[in-house]
């Protein structure tokens, strides 16, 4: 820590500005009025399922960005928001791609859960099947109207089982901070107990790859939820950039006037890619070796990875994300309060993780506010 930080800590902080990477506000519909008087700057604003995306939109449009330096103003409030179908979700959606038009829907619900349900009470009391190319164009069309919008969230999970019943759309489901007396939007899983059933891997990966190919399309940047499959993520996105990789350096020495001898600009200025030019794996809880793979000069996707105080240090494994913050390059680090709810706790998660992060990374507070809010600026505008 450098002199003179401990005293005016706490506001420099703020002054320079917090950038929150991925939050859920409209979860709570009603905490989003409190943004407004939130100390964090800007909050990156999840959609993560049929209910949320028209309250993401209305979220942006009452804290909107117009240009990418309004974000310097330190007096106001933005919202960036995020359109994307999460994994929990994946099952709601039929890939119609092919045309093939709408399938029955306990049929469709058989052949994308595991195990095979046979439960028919469970089978119909899940919501009518959406339709993919639908939400596609849907979403596209967002993206255009939010030119700074991302895609997210999106993603893969092998841990998560599909939750009981219909969700709950009142709030006394226990003491979640900040949500005992409000509203829950439809389809959250807060407090519902949990089935056996999962989404089938390759289901998942159906979803995510035509939504990371929607964000290459539009070159917006894609926040990420990987949850045990770093690995598939990882292999996904690599099979999406194949043919496209950075050459190593060994290639660079040997053939220094090849075609795409300095690509690292590629991702942000070609329009043809088939991949996203950025990529946030939220709350990162990958082994520190799983870095390695993103990061690996080849790669031709500039990779970010984001810490939550509520995900990544709720548990024992923090001597594990404290060697993963380590092995994360200064530029791609970024920060998340992944809350549900908008307000003084928002606030008080992400000045937490800021400091856990500038702790970890040995930096001054004030070099930290001011390093992670470049690396949010990169990440979202490119
Ligand atoms: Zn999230």
């Known amino acids: 820590m450098e002199m003179g930080d401990e005293g005016q800590g706490d506001d420099a902080v703020w002054q320079i500005g917090v950038f929150d990477s991925h939050c859920h506000p409209t979860d709570i519909m009603a905490s989003v009025n409190d943004i407004a008087d939130m100390k964090a700057r800007v909050l990156t604003v999840m959609a993560t399922r049929a209910e949320d995306q028209e309250m993401v939109e209305k979220t942006a449009k009452m804290y909107p960005i117009d240009f990418k330096l309004d974000v310097s103003n330190p007096n106001s409030r933005y919202v960036v928001p995020a359109f994307g179908w999460h994994p929990w979700f994946s099952h709601?959606?039929?890939d119609d791609r092919d045309q093939k038009g709408r399938p029955e829907a306990?049929?469709?619900?058989?052949?994308v859960l595991v195990p095979t349900p046979d439960d028919d009470d469970f089978l119909h009391a899940l919501p009518t099947p959406r339709s993919l190319s639908e939400f596609l164009k849907q979403t596209e069309a967002r993206l255009q109207e939010f030119p700074f919008a991302l895609v997210g969230e999106v993603g893969l999970d092998r841990g998560f089982r599909l939750p009981e019943g219909p969700s709950a759309t009142t709030g006394d489901m226990g003491n979640k901070t900040g949500g005992s007396e409000e509203e829950y939007t439809p389809g959250s899983r807060e407090g519902r107990p949990l089935t056996p059933y999962r989404v089938d891997m390759d289901h998942q990966k159906i979803i995510l790859r035509a939504q990371l190919e929607l964000a290459a399309k539009m070159r917006r940047p894609v926040s990420v939820h990987g949850v045990?499959?770093?690995?598939?993520?990882?292999?996904l996105m690599q099979s999406m950039w194949k043919g496209h990789e950075r050459p190593s350096k060994r290639e660079r020495k040997r053939r220094p006037d090849a075609p795409n001898a300095h690509p690292q600009d590629d991702a942000e200025t070609d329009k043809d890619l088939p991949f996203p030019p950025r990529i946030c794996m939220h709350s990162y809880s990958g082994p520190p070796d799983a870095l390695k793979q993103f990061l690996n000069p080849t790669v031709p996707a500039n990779i970010y990875f984001s810490f939550s105080t509520a995900v990544n240090f709720s548990n024992a494994s923090s001597a594990k994300v404290t060697s993963v913050i380590k092995?994360?390059?200064d530029n791609r680090i970024l920060i998340e309060s992944d809350l549900h709810c908008a307000g003084e706790r928002m606030d008080e998660l992400l000045e937490e993780i800021v400091r856990r992060v500038c702790e970890i990374k040995e930096w001054s507070i004030q070099h930290g506010a001011q390093q992670l809010k470049q690396n949010w600026t990169k990440f979202v505008f490119g």
């Open 106 to 111: 306990v049929e469709h619900y058989r052949s």
């Open 327 to 329: 092995g994360v390059p």
């Open 228 to 235: 045990q499959a770093h690995g598939h993520v990882f292999d």
């Open 92 to 94: 709601q959606m039929y």
